[in-house]
């Protein structure tokens, strides 16, 4: 199963590949939501795309209203990764198209808890 | 796979040069939500990631300047000048805090409640109306906060956009960059040898291959210099912070264009102009830019500009300083060389301008007025003539009165890889730096090197060029040949010649550096593999001009006629030490430069006593005061009783105030000791500057008079 990490910090990135690859997932990265459609272009939907929230050129909010309008994306699960100071934003979210949300600092077991709830288990 | 920690620590110092540029930005530009967007996200993703790493003081701080900027970013409160300079500062503790984090795996032991009440503050502008100023921060005379006035092109305020080749560029450590390098000079070395074997070979494959493998040799060389070249913006994109702390520390206006900031040359070279640049530019707005009031009255923008350009020509990098400031004022310039005894008053009166003006890079030409807390511990223009000439590069000044002032520094494209020419001196070889070296003559009857007060010269084209013969600088054992040559050679504007037995082949080195053991020795820069594969010694024609005295004061272009005579005590074996010279108790002392750490000025009224000493509050700690004076049985006396000097000495961890009456000049001398006539606290005397003064002995005074510091050190 594949899944795309999109964040515009690398260390994020990492930290959240390292769980997801633990999980069994393979992981592919973008920088931000333009990148992260490119991504798709090139590769086609993954499996699950987890998503931060403040990035530039494109925001999380914006990727998720872009990619819910591209067809034979019903197959990708969206979390949202957000922190505390931006949970007004997950309601928004979660009416344009994402499935789920975590919320920062998140340990590995929350991550597989919310996978499960989703259906999306390697 | 890396670890995150380390990865946080990269990411976070790169947002983090980003996040003062946009800073600085906003200040001229505050209503940009891109900018405001950029530094909002920095603190965003150092705060989210904090949780992760378990960094709670770095996530305290990094919040307390998020909540801030939401406010800016959602425009309920106005970016303002106090804004900006609490955001710096935190920048400054977060970086702090990482550097702490690499060395010692700790948050460290900083206490970051005062900022943090800053930033808190300044979410309300009512309450406290005078407080939002970070601790060690004036605001500027004329916060250009309206955000009415983007006098600035705009054009700068652009973000840059975010690379898109991200997926094609690979991060590499330099230091796997340094060792590939490395590898390469050895082939280079390799191949000079087997091409060098081949050509004894006429027939059969191996004269064609070691011809390809030269080829290829070459190009690899060539590619691998190329990747380790920078732009000039990686030394430049940190320098509007320091012009802008600087500006507002002398009450100054500045702005910081720059040109040709993509200009690219070996990171080593970038490296090594780091600190003479950021000396330049800090006199730039230290002397160079006058204060708002002048520059008004004098019908200029009271916003002062510095220019820094760079570009190729000819082989050389040139990078451009230019201040439209007040100038230097030449006839101020030339009373002090007098005054300070550097020239002679014929000599002045028979130099050019633009000699005259760069009669500042003389040792000994800063003075004491010139020291101030921005130039640190007054450090002269000599020491950054000296840095640039060491890197085979030159520097000189231009300058308009009233117009400002241009300084043109030239250096070399790398220092890896270099064309010399091989000299022979008692059947051992060197390599001389082609960049040092004008011209090969032969040594015959029509030039002979004659001498003149015991110092020997040679007539060349109507003037005296001093000379220094390799053998006897080196102290090599050997035949002196029948034919002898002279290499005529400059550092920077300084010639003299050098007699050398033979002259061999022009060759590119790679330039190795030389063994510990050897390290020490000044007239050696390097070594290298010659294609025979013998090790010849690269030159370091500075360190053979210095080890002659050929350098002293009294040797500028154009003196060397008159003032041969200074030569005549021993020409070699002395050793120039920089002196810091200074009043104290109506005697003249001084101390080795390096064992000054600062010089600081105090008011009289802040000295306190604890435990019966003398100490007073310094750098957010306790300084003990010791008096020279007293120390030396000697007047107290103060030049100004509201103030006391003090040269602030470090060993190891802990500083102590040396109290002096006055600082005079920094000179380099070679000293002769005499220590008849020794008492406690001083080392004995020497004449320095002609005159004669007293060499301290800190070590001892300390020991005496603050036993206790130097037992808390061990």
């Known amino acids: ?122 | 796979m890396t670890d995150p920690l380390n990865e946080f620590f990269v990411e976070s110092l790169e947002n983090l040069d980003q996040y003062d540029a946009d800073l600085l930005i906003l200040e001229k530009t505050p209503n940009s939500p891109r900018t405001i967007a950029s530094v909002f996200r920095t603190l965003h993703t150092i705060k989210g990631t904090c949780g992760f790493l378990a960094l709670h003081k770095l996530e305290a701080i990094a919040h307390a300047g998020e909540n801030l900027l939401v406010l800016i970013r959602d425009g309920t409160l106005p970016f303002t000048q106090g804004i900006a300079t609490a955001l710096l500062a935190t920048g400054d503790a977060i970086r702090a805090i990482i550097s702490e984090l690499e060395a010692n795996k700790r948050e460290g032991d900083f206490d970051h409640s005062e900022l943090i009440g800053t930033l808190v503050r300044l979410q309300n502008p009512e309450s406290a109306p005078s407080a939002p100023s970070a601790p060690s921060a004036p605001s500027a005379p004329s916060a250009p906060s309206a955000p009415s006035a983007p006098s600035a092109p705009v054009h700068e305020a652009e973000l840059p956009v975010t690379s898109k080749a991200l997926d094609n560029t690979v991060r590499i450590n330099v230091e796997v960059l340094d060792t590939l390098m490395n590898l390469v000079g050895e082939l280079v070395l390799t191949r000079n040898q087997l091409v060098q074997l081949a050509s004894t070979v006429q027939s059969g494959p191996l004269p064609a291959a070691a011809h390809r493998l030269s080829h290829i040799t070459t190009e690899l060389q060539d590619r691998m210099m190329k990747t380790r070249v920078q732009p000039i913006d990686t030394l430049w994109s940190k320098l509007p912070r320091t012009i802008r702390d600087l500006a507002h520390l002398c009450k100054k206006q500045v702005r910081l264009q720059t040109e040709g900031a993509d200009t690219e040359m070996d990171r080593t070279i970038v490296d090594a102009i780091k600190d003479p640049m950021t000396h330049l530019l800090r006199n730039s707005v230290d002397h160079g830019i006058e204060s708002p009031e002048v520059r008004k009255a004098a019908g200029k923008n009271p916003e002062g500009t510095i220019l820094l350009r760079a570009f190729h020509a000819a082989g050389l990098v040139t990078i451009e300083i230019i201040d439209d400031g007040g100038g230097i004022n030449v006839d101020r310039v030339k009373g002090r060389a007098i005054e300070r005894k550097l020239i002679t008053q014929e000599t002045a009166d028979k130099m050019h301008h633009k000699d005259l003006v760069n009669l500042i890079f003389l040792p000994g030409f800063s003075t004491a007025e010139a020291v101030s807390m921005v130039s640190g511990r007054g450090v002269g223009m000599d020491v950054v003539k000296t840095q640039i000439e060491k890197i085979g590069g030159i520097v000189d000044v231009n300058s308009e009165v009233g117009k400002g002032t241009t300084c043109r520094i030239k250096i070399p494209l790398t220092l890896a890889i270099i064309p010399v020419v091989i000299v022979g001196c008692c059947g051992e070889r060197f390599a001389i730096p082609q960049t040092n070296l004008l011209e090969v003559i032969r040594l015959d009857q029509n030039l002979i090197i004659e001498s003149v007060h015991e110092t020997p010269v040679v007539r060349l084209r109507g003037s005296l060029l001093p000379v220094v013969v390799l053998q006897k600088v080196l102290k090599l054992q050997g035949e002196r040949s029948t034919v002898r040559h002279l290499a005529v050679l400059h550092v920077g504007a300084r010639h003299f010649g050098l007699v050398v037995d033979s002259i061999h082949e022009a060759e590119e080195i790679v330039v190795k550096p030389i063994g510990r053991a050897l390290m020490s020795l000044s007239c050696f820069a390097g070594s290298t593999i010659l294609g025979d594969g013998h090790v010849a010694l690269i030159l370091d024609i500075f360190g053979i001009g210095s080890l002659s005295n050929l350098f002293d004061v009294d040797h500028m272009p154009g003196l060397a006629h008159a003032e041969v005579e200074r030569m005549e005590d021993s020409p070699e074996s002395k050793t120039l030490t920089e002196l810091l010279v200074f009043r104290v108790g109506g005697t003249r002392a001084a101390l080795p430069l390096e064992m000054v750490h600062r010089l600081e000025e105090f008011p009289a009224k802040d000295v306190e006593c604890c435990a019966g000493k003398e100490v007073i509050q310094y750098a957010g700690g306790i300084l003990p005061l010791i008096s020279v004076a007293r120390a030396l049985g000697l007047p107290e006396t103060a030049a100004d009783a509201n103030i006391i000097q003090t040269i602030i000495y470090r060993h190891q961890e802990n500083s102590i105030g040396l109290i002096i009456e006055g600082v005079e000049v920094i000179v380099k001398e070679a000293v002769e000791l005499q220590t008849a006539g020794r008492r406690s606290g001083v080392l004995g005397s020497a004449i320095v500057g002609r005159r004669v003064t007293e060499f301290v002995d800190v070590s001892e005074i300390v020991r005496i008079y603050a036993p206790e510091f130097m037992q808390c050190s061990r």
């Not at chain 1, 910090?9 to 931000?32: C, D, H, P, W, Y």
């Not at chain 1, 925001?59 to 969206?78: D, H, P, T, W, Y």
């Not at chain 1, 505390?84 to 344009?96: G, T």
């Open chain 1, 1 to 122: 199963m594949r899944a795309l990490i999109v964040d515009d910090s690398r260390t994020m990135r990492m930290i959240v590949g390292n769980i997801l690859q633990e999980i069994g997932f393979e992981t592919g990265n973008a920088g931000n939501g333009l990148e992260a459609l490119t991504w798709i272009e090139q590769n086609g939907f993954p499996e699950l795309a987890c998503v931060d929230w403040n990035m530039p050129e494109m925001n999380g909010l914006e990727f998720v209203r872009e990619v819910r309008q591209r067809s034979g994306n019903e197959a990708m699960k969206i979390m949202m990764i957000t922190t505390e100071s931006e949970a007004d934003n997950v309601m928004a979210a979660l009416e344009s198209g994402a499935n789920e949300y975590l919320m920062k600092p998140f340990s590995k077991d929350s991550v597989a808890d919310k996978l499960t709830l989703l259906g999306v288990r390697p």
